[in-house]
């Protein structure tokens, strides 16, 4: 069965922390360069972190977050993390994770998690 089950969402203030987690199954994560997406209200979807497989995994970011964000994951679990660092309001977002590129998996989103970055 494919599934992806994202978790820790939640409402914090302006430079706040938080770390997501997404449990995904087998089928999706072995061997994967695994993915956290976010969607903001009116805009597409985004690519904001990936990360390769293997012994020593590399990680891209993307601007807006370099600095901030660390993925991680735990080939053990089936899981890939995000910890989010010194937030913005414009982090809000539903964060989605996903194989990169998502392929035929792009029919497989989970809920997602709901971040909103508040005062």
């Known amino acids: 069965q494919v599934q992806l089950v994202e978790s820790g969402g939640g409402l914090v203030q302006p430079g706040g922390s938080l770390r997501l987690s997404c449990a995904a199954s087998?089928?999706?994560?072995?061997?994967?360069?695994m993915g956290w997406y976010r969607q903001a209200p009116g805009k597409q979807r985004e690519l904001v972190a990936s990360i390769t497989d293997g012994r020593m995994p590399m990680t891209i970011y993307a601007d807006s977050v370099k600095g901030r964000f660390t993925i991680s994951r735990d080939n053990a679990k089936n899981t890939v993390d995000l910890q989010m660092n010194s937030l913005k309001s414009e982090d809000t977002a539903v964060y989605y994770c996903?194989?990169?590129?998502?392929?035929?998996?792009?029919?497989?989103w989970g809920q997602g998690t709901q971040v909103t970055v508040s005062s």
């Open positions: 087998g089928s999706i994560f072995s061997g994967a360069v």
């Open positions: 996903n194989r990169v590129p998502v392929g035929p998996f792009g029919n497989y």
